[in-house]
């Protein structure tokens, strides 16, 4: 079981990274209609204004894997592609530990064409249907692959676990494929392992689409809010062999530390925080209050509301 764990996580890693490239740029196994709740107004930016990016046409993401607390707020979808033709993404991560505070995201924007042709694209692919069965592999903690996507006005959101596992093999066995397939032995039927191609195929060209039709090159996405997660830093914990550094005042104006889920940061705030979180990593506690504060932040992108449950 361990092994097959392993296995589909990094099936996943494998199939998302195509998606996030260097170009410029639950437990259902069963597609819904639903959009997700973790939305905003899309035409509105955050500061009331309505010159935003307007809604994704199609989103990536990658939900429920086995992680810790932090890596799991921080995460944003693997892709945001917006009418307006703004393209979000993860950007390159620093292999160092501790991390920055501040996780890297980019902004690119790709042209109406492009934008059309990813619409198409997830139409071809069936994504246009509210009810396609993506099975259920018997693959612990390995997270779903979610894909939204918006044609003709209707949302769908389509659900695979452990998408992409069945493309990596055995350890041990040798070629391109697995025989027999790791979704075999889940037992999935010719449609499902069918419509779990069609979603895998449809993330690997919304890539190249996003490649190809790039008009503006990536560069940091400026967040005008931010979420935060607060512990008592005694409730972190650090690695036995690390030496954390001294804490740091807590010098964002308005924005007072607690023990939150949801922290949200908006208006004059950002800049505050963005000039503090810079310098610090992953591992730097905050003084404020007489108390020692971990804080982890993430931006919240156009169409999500600051907190998903506020």
Do not use: K
Not at 150 to 167: C, K, P, Q, S, W
């Amino acid at each position: 079981m361990v092994r097959r764990v392993t296995i589909a996580l990094l099936a996943l890693v494998a199939l998302v990274a195509a998606s996030c490239g260097d170009d410029p740029a639950d437990e259902s196994g069963v597609g819904t209609g639903a959009g997700s709740e973790d939305t905003a107004d899309p035409a509105d930016d955050g500061d009331g204004s309505t010159d935003g990016p307007g809604e994704p046409v199609l989103l990536v993401d990658l939900v429920g894997a086995f992680t810790t607390v932090e890596t799991s707020f921080q995460g944003v979808p693997m892709i945001a592609v917006y009418e307006d033709g703004t393209v979000i993404q993860p950007g390159a991560q620093i292999l160092i530990y501790p991390g920055p505070a501040l996780p890297a995201v980019m902004r690119s924007q790709v042209d109406a064409a492009t934008v059309d042709a990813i619409v198409e694209a997830a139409r071809a692919a069936g994504l246009d249907q509210p009810d396609l069965d993506y099975g259920q592999p018997p693959i612990a903690d390995a997270g779903d692959t979610v894909v939204t996507v918006t044609i003709d006005g209707e949302t769908y959101e389509h659900r695979a676990t452990a998408l992409g596992v069945d493309a990596l093999p055995e350890p041990g066995l040798e070629g391109d494929a697995v025989d027999p397939p790791l979704d075999a032995a889940g037992d999935l039927t010719p449609e499902q392992q069918e419509n779990r191609a069609a979603l895998r195929d449809l993330i690997s060209e919304v890539n190249g689409l996003v490649g190809e039709g790039t008009v503006e090159e990536a560069e940091p996405f400026d967040a005008d809010r931010y979420r935060l997660l607060v512990r008592p830093a005694s409730e972190m914990g650090v690695e036995p062999d690390m030496d954390p550094a001294p804490p740091v005042e807590w010098t964002v104006e308005g924005v007072e530390l607690s023990r939150a889920d949801c922290l949200p940061v908006e208006g004059d705030a950002v800049q505050d925080l963005v000039a503090l979180l810079t310098d610090a990593d992953a591992l730097t506690r905050f003084t404020s209050g007489g108390e020692e504060w971990a804080v982890v932040a993430r931006p919240v992108l156009p169409h999500e509301a600051t907190c998903p449950d506020a």
